[in-house]
């Protein structure tokens, strides 16, 4: 679990810093992330989704509140907050695969507002 954790810091540093493109070399290049516009599949289009968005953007924080490891694959439960140009709060379920000797972003759920 300590290297599901290790990737969200990595990820939320790069966020932090401004740094898309460091954000995303912690996904997997057949991501599914679940917006409010419908899903999106594969690491171009999640690029370009947050490039549209103005991304990244804001001090991003998050919370694991719980970690499901099963083999190769990590399912985490986890309150985020974005501060920025107005608040951005929810929750969030995210599954990371092990692969290449790291955890990669697989699938990304977000619901925002809770």
Known sequence: MEGVRATLDAQVAAWNAGD?????EHVHPDVQYVTSRGPLRGLASLADHYRQDGAPYGSLSVEPVDVHLAG????????????????RAGWALVTFVWEGGRWLLFRDATLRGA
């Open 20 to 24: 898309l493109k460091g954000y995303l």
């Open 72 to 87: 190769d694959v990590a399912t985490v439960v986890l309150r985020f907050q974005l501060d920025g140009d107005g608040l």
